[in-house]
């Protein structure tokens, strides 16, 4: 069997996507635990935020952001997060992010600032459990984001992988 791209059925060529939510949290300057065995630690507390997208929207009702900051100028985030929609369900969102780009780029985001989001890479892969029946299918998804950091948190673009 051929594992050439070009000969693969049409399904597995190409990775489909929709729309799930825009996430926006708000995230106050991080707690620097600084230099330990496994690398540079940095946690930013998640106070909360708003998603919105067609099938679900709501608040961030809080949460946490482990990042380990590494020295090929990339910081893995490694975040858990609480989402309430608005009539009331909750959704436990955890994801992995990988935000790296050129040095004087990632010390601009050390700062505060907000350079171009084109600058630097930011993505994400979150996965969703709830015991809320109307949103059951969240739990059978795989999704991914991108991202963008703004002074007081990031702003993620999230799609639903079909």
């Known amino acids: 069997m051929s594992t050439s791209l070009n000969r693969l059925p049409e399904s597995l060529r190409n990775v489909t996507t929709r729309p799930l939510f825009v996430l926006r949290e708000v995230v106050p300057p991080l707690l620097v635990v600084g230099d330990t065995p496994n690398g540079f630690r ?5 106070q909360g935020g708003s998603f919105e997208g ?20 990339c910081t893995k ?20 992010v990988l935000r790296a780009g050129p040095p004087e ?13 084109s600058s630097y890479y930011f993505r994400m892969s979150p996965m969703f459990e709830t015991s809320a029946k109307k949103y059951d299918w969240i739990n059978r998804i795989i999704s991914v984001g991108v991202g963008n950091r703004l002074a007081d948190g990031p702003v993620y673009s999230i799609f639903e992988v079909l």
Do not use: F, H
Request: proline share 3%.
């Open 42 to 46: 940095r946690i930013g507390v998640v």
């Open 54 to 73: 067609e099938r679900l929207s709501g608040e961030v009702v809080s949460g946490n952001d482990w990042q380990t900051v590494r020295k090929d100028s």
């Open 77 to 96: 985030l490694d975040v858990r997060l609480i989402l309430r929609t608005t009539d009331s369900a909750l959704i436990v969102m955890t994801y992995t």
């Open 105 to 117: 780029v990632m010390e601009k985001l050390d700062r505060g600032e907000a350079p171009d989001p």
